[in-house]
């Protein structure tokens, strides 16, 4: 499986950018897709997960403010990020997970100037 990133930028404070991330096949057949982000100096961190069936989690930082969704039609996950702000920015990357696959893209950078 391929997962492709894009939508990443630099954004002042208070703006909103939408991440995609296409995959390659079906994504109905992953149990849950996520976002996930890396600041520098700081550990990988989930930001927004959706179920198969649709239920979402996401961080207590990012609850409000980002929305995660999926198209199954296109094969694509986003995630719309609203109210940015600079502690926001890091390398954001995608996920598709089920017990056996656990597959990464290539990640998108995200810049949030104050």
């Known amino acids: 499986v391929q997962l492709q990133a894009s939508g990443g930028g630099l954004v002042q404070a208070g703006g909103s950018l939408r991440l995609s991330c296409a995959v390659s096949?079906?994504?109905?057949?992953?149990?849950?897709l996520g976002w996930y982000r890396q600041a520098p100096g700081n550990q990988r961190e989930m930001v927004a997960l959706?179920?198969?069936?649709?239920?979402?989690n996401c961080a207590d930082s990012v609850r409000g403010r980002f929305t995660i969704s999926r198209d199954n039609a296109k094969n694509t996950l986003y995630l719309q990020m609203n109210s940015l702000k600079p502690e926001d920015t890091a390398v954001y990357y995608c996920?598709?997970?089920?017990?056996?696959?656990?597959?990464w893209g290539q990640g998108t950078l995200v810049t949030v100037s104050s």
């Open positions: 996920n598709a997970w089920t017990p056996r696959t656990n597959a």
């Open positions: 096949g079906s994504i109905t057949g992953y149990n849950w």
């Open positions: 959706i179920s198969n069936t649709g239920s979402r």
